[in-house]
C-alpha cells in the first residue's frame, strides 16, 4: 500500500509543511472515525483540480465498516458528482441528501474540506455505514455531536490540536472510555467505561455535575507512589493533553482534546483508559529485572571468590605443573565472571561484547608468564550476542588470546592483534601474533592442549568453527573463530 508522502510526490504540489501537517492528522483522525461510526478516506488535490487521490484510509472501532476494501491510491477524475469535487471547490462541509447504496448497503457520506492559509489542501470524506447505525441514546448523541465540532475544527486546520502527540499502546481510544465536559470542566457525559474506571481509582458517584479538575486533583492525593513534580495541567483551552492518574486502586490513563467553535473553547472531550493491569505488569518486569541483575552480581561475586582461591593455592603449591593448571583454571573462572559482571549492570540478557574482550586482554596480559613488553590491540567490534553466546566466548577468546602469548610469542616482545567483525548474522574473530610460526607436524586435531580442547568443544557447541594456521605472507599464526550468531539467537529465543 502507498503511505501519504509517496500519494503526494506521485500526483500533487503540496508543500512539504503541509503533507507533514496531514500526516500528524492521520496519526490523530481514529477520534473522529470513532466519534462519527465512520470510515474516513483522506484525499489529496491533483495538480489537476479535477482529479483528486486517495492518501490515507481509517475504520472505525465503534460500528462497522462501509468500505470493505482498501481505497489508497486510488482517484476521483472529472466526477462533478462527487462530494469530494464539491466540497474542494465550495469550501463548506457537503453531505448526501439520503442513504445511498455502496456495494448494497446504505451509506452516508460526508466531505470535509481542509482550509490551511486560503487553499483547500485535502478533503475527508466520512462514509457512515447506515445499516449498523446503533439505537439513539446519550453515548451516541454526544459521539456524533462530538464529530460534528471535530468536523468543523478539521474544516478550518483546527483538528488536530497542538499537544501532546498520541502513544500508541498507551494513548486511550474512544471505545476504552470517555467524558464530554462544559467549558468550566464538568462532566455533562461519561461513558459506562470511564465510570469503571474511575470507580476503580476510587471515585464515587456516576461522575455527571463533577469537575474533572477537582476529581483528577484529589485522586493524585492517593498515588501510591510519591509524586516528584507537579503534572501540567490537564485541561487547557487550545491544547491536547494527556496523563495519568494513579491511586492505590488503579491507574487511569486521560487524553483531553479541547473543542472549538469559531476558535472559543465550548468544553474537552477527554477518552480515558483502565491501565492497571499494565502498569503492574511494568512494575513486575521491573522487580524481575531488578533480581536478575541481582543474580548476575551475586554469581559475579561468587565467582571472583574462587578464582581467588584457586589464585591462592596456586600460590602455596609446591608443584609447577598443578600451579600452572590452577592458575589456568583460575584465568576461565574470572572469564566466566567479566560476563557476568556485564549482565549485572544491563537490562537485558543481551551482551555487547567489546567492553568483555577489552577487559579479558588486560587480564590475560596481566597474568601471562612473558615478562616482555607486547601490544595487544583490538581492530574492529564484536557487535551484540545473547548471554550464553557470550559466556562461551568468553572463555574461548580467553584461551585463544593466552595461547597466544604464551605459545606464539613466548618470553619474546611482539604484537597481538584482534580482528573481530559481523557480517551475514556471522561473527568472526581473527587473533593473530607475530611471533614463532607453527610446528609443521601441528594438528588441531590430534593436539593434546586442554586450552585448545575447551575452545574446540565450546566454539561446536556454537555451531562455529576453530582453525589454527600460520600468517599467511608474515610470521607468526592465526586464530579464526567463525559462529553463526543467528542460529545462536534462535537456539537461545
Known amino acids: 500500500m502507498l503511505t501519504l508522502t509517496e500519494v503526494v510526490a506521485q500526483h500533487s504540489d503540496l508543500t512539504a509543511e503541509e503533507t507533514l501537517w496531514l500526516s500528524g492528522l492521520i496519526d490523530q483522525w481514529d477520534v473522529l472515525a470513532d466519534l462519527s461510526f465512520s470510515d474516513l478516506i483522506l484525499w489529496i488535490p491533483d495538480e489537476d483540480p479535477n482529479v483528486f487521490w486517495a492518501g490515507a484510509q481509517c475504520r472505525p472501532t ?10 489508497v491510491g486510488e482517484e476521483i477524475a472529472y466526477d462533478p458528482e462527487s462530494l469530494v469535487t464539491e466540497a474542494y471547490l465550495s469550501q463548506e462541509i457537503c453531505a448526501t441528501s439520503g442513504n445511498k447504496l455502496h456495494a448494497g448497503i446504505p451509506v452516508d457520506v460526508h466531505a470535509v474540506p481542509i482550509i490551511r492559509g486560503e487553499r483547500v489542501i485535502a478533503v475527508v470524506e466520512l462514509h457512515t455505514n447506515r445499516m449498523g447505525v446503533r439505537a439513539p441514546g446519550a453515548l451516541e448523541d454526544t459521539y456524533l455531536e462530538t464529530a460534528q465540532i ?8 483546527a483538528f488536530p490540536t497542538a499537544g501532546d502527540k498520541p502513544v500508541p499502546w498507551e494513548t486511550p481510544r474512544v471505545g476504552d472510555g470517555s467524558l464530554r465536559l462544559d467549558r468550566n470542566g464538568i462532566v455533562t457525559f461519561a461513558s459506562p467505561n470511564a465510570m469503571s474506571g474511575f470507580r476503580r481509582l476510587g471515585w464515587g458517584g456516576d461522575l455527571l455535575g463533577d469537575d474533572l479538575r477537582v476529581m483528577a486533583a484529589e485522586l493524585a492525593g492517593g ?11 490537564l485541561l487547557v483551552a487550545q491544547r491536547v493533553r494527556e496523563q495519568e492518574v494513579e491511586t492505590r486502586g488503579g491507574a487511569l490513563r486521560l487524553r483531553a482534546q479541547p473543542l472549538l467553535l469559531e476558535n472559543r473553547n465550548v468544553g474537552w472531550f477527554v477518552t480515558c483508559r483502565d491501565v492497571t493491569d499494565l502498569r503492574n505488569r511494568e512494575r513486575e518486569l521491573v522487580t524481575k529485572d531488578a533480581t536478575i541483575r541481582e543474580i548476575h552480581h551475586r554469581v559475579k561475586n561468587n565467582l571472583q571468590t574462587v578464582a581467588a582461591l584457586l589464585r591462592l593455592q596456586a600460590r602455596r603449591t609446591t608443584s609447577p605443573e598443578a600451579s600452572s593448571a590452577l592458575t589456568d583454571a583460575q584465568k576461565r573462572v574470572a ?38 613488553k607486547v601490544a595487544m590491540t583490538r581492530v574492529g567490534s564484536f557487535g551484540c550476542m545473547p548471554a550464553d553466546v557470550a559466556t562461551n566466548l568468553s572463555l574461548v577468546f580467553t584461551e585463544v588470546i593466552q595461547n597466544a602469548l604464551e605459545h606464539g610469542l613466548g618470553d619474546a616482545p611482539g604484537e597481538v592483534i584482534v580482528r573481530p567483525s559481523q557480517s551475514d548474522g556471522q561473527l568472526r574473530v581473527d587473533v593473530e601474533n607475530d611471533g614463532a610460526p607453527l610446528p609443521d607436524d601441528f594438528s588441531l586435531e590430534s593436539s593434546r592442549s586442554l586450552g585448545l580442547s575447551i575452545v574446540t568443544t565450546l566454539v561446536a557447541d556454537l555451531d562455529g568453527t576453530f582453525e589454527v594456521v600460520s600468517r599467511p605472507g608474515a610470521e607468526g599464526t592465526r586464530a579464526r573463530i567463525v559462529i553463526p550468531l543467528e542460529r545462536a539467537r534462535e537456539r537461545t529465543a
Open 62 to 71: 465503534t460500528g462497522p465498516t462501509a468500505l470493505e476494501d482498501d481505497v
Open 335 to 372: 572469564a566466566i565472571a567479566v560476563v557476568h559482571e556485564i549482565l549485572s549492570k544491563g537490562f537485558d540478557e543481551v551482551v555487547c561484547f567489546d567492553e568483555v574482550a577489552d577487559r579479558l586482554m588486560t587480564m590475560v596480559r596481566d597474568v601471562a608468564s612473558s615478562r616482555s
Open 223 to 233: 498515588s501510591r507512589e510519591p509524586v516528584e513534580q507537579v503534572a501540567a495541567p
Open 150 to 157: 471535530l468536523m468543523d475544527m478539521l474544516r478550518s486546520a
